[in-house]
């Protein structure tokens, strides 16, 4: 399964490897679409590959942590 996401990092995240802990952590393989980050903004959009609880589990993650995730669009089933 597939979902496409912003994420919008806190500024004291955007340093960190989020997206990498989350990924191995989860086993959700990410794909970057999209990316602005600079010392005061990070903004991605990623497509997150795997299975459905596990993609649930990371993004829940994201948002504990402070990330903004938002649904980009439908799911992608292939």
């Given at each position: 399964?597939?979902?496409?996401?912003?994420?919008?990092?806190?500024?004291?995240?955007?340093?960190?490897?989020?997206?990498?802990?989350?990924?191995?952590?989860?086993?959700?393989?990410?794909n970057i679409r999209r990316a602005r980050v600079t010392e005061t903004v990070g903004e991605m959009v990623l497509e997150l590959e795997g299975t459905g609880e596990n993609l649930e589990k990371g993004i829940q993650s994201l948002r504990d942590q402070g990330v903004e995730v938002e649904l980009v669009e439908g799911d992608i089933i292939e």
């Open positions: 399964m597939k979902k496409r996401v912003k994420l919008t990092f806190p500024q004291h995240l955007i340093k960190e490897p989020v997206i990498f802990t989350m990924a191995k952590k989860y086993d959700v393989m990410p």
